[in-house]
T-cell receptor, first 114, second 114 residues
Framework: AQTVTQSQPEMSVQEAETVTLSCTYD???????LFWYKQPPSRQMILVIR??????QNATENRFSVNFQKAAKSFSLKISDSQLGDAAMYFCAYRQTSGSRLTFGEGTQLTVNP | DTAVSQTPKYLVTQMGNDKSIKCEQN?????MYWYKQDSKKFLKIMFS???????INETVPNRFSPKSPDKAHLNLHINSLELGDSAVYFC?????????????FGPGTRLTVT
């Protein structure tokens, strides 16, 4: 079974600084999808960024980028120029290409300090 | 327009009661899901329907019964509620059951069993 691990329960960053959230996963598949979701205090789950495993190029969405290391099974999220609105719980998630379920990590609570 | 809606958003009830949570999506998606988020914020898939057909049925007590009257609606009925059922329940949808698609989440239903 696939597992996703986020080893940082909590992280903090100063406004305008850069922070990296870690995620590792375990799978025997060669192709799959990876996601980062954000859950602010409103509780709404919001997709931040996604990556297809067969693509070596790291995905980027504005201030958000990933460092995808397939051999190491690592998928970290980098947030640049952190803003107060980035404060949230961040979840890393895995999905098989042939499946529909998302397998989530335990989450990392990000605090942004003014 | 709300893409994925859930009712109610909050539900407080006593042990032993039966309750339902309703979910509707107006995105024209084929696939819908129920996830449970426990008190430690861990998210786990419960059920998934694709075009009204059950495709994921995780190991959950059979007191939980999903129903999909059409592909825009997925309801969750819970019999004989227990204290351990207290959690936030999220409905989600995606265009198809597989593929590089985002899952769109509803706002969640916080269920408190007293």
């Amino acid at each position: 079974a696939q597992t996703v691990t986020q080893s940082q329960p909590e992280m903090s960053v100063q406004e305008a600084e850069t922070v990296t959230l870690s995620c590792t996963y375990d799978t025997s598949e060669s192709d799959y999808y990876l996601f980062w979701y954000k859950q602010p205090p409103s509780r709404q789950m919001i997709l931040v960024i996604r990556q297809e495993a067969y693509k070596q190029q790291n995905a980027t969405e504005n201030r958000f980028s990933v460092n995808f290391q397939k051999a190491a099974k690592s998928f970290s999220l980098k947030i640049s120029d952190s803003q107060l609105g980035d404060a949230a719980m961040y979840f890393c998630a895995y999905r098989q290409t042939s499946g529909s379920r998302l397998t989530f990590g335990e989450g990392t609570q990000l605090t942004v300090n003014p | 327009d709300t893409a994925v809606s859930q009712t109610p958003k909050y539900l407080v009830t006593q042990m032993g009661n039966d309750k339902s949570i309703k979910c509707e999506q107006n995105l024209g998606h084929d696939t819908m899901y129920w996830y449970k988020q426990d008190s430690k914020k861990f998210l786990k898939i419960m059920f998934s329907y694709n075009n009204k057909e059950l495709i994921i049925n995780e190991t959950v007590p059979n007191r939980f019964s999903p129903k999909s009257p059409d592909k825009a609606h997925l309801n969750l009925h819970i019999n004989s509620l227990e204290l351990g059922d207290s959690a936030v329940y999220f409905c989600a949808s995606s265009p198809q059951a597989s593929g590089f698609y985002e899952q769109y989440f509803g706002p969640g239903t916080r269920l408190t069993v007293t």
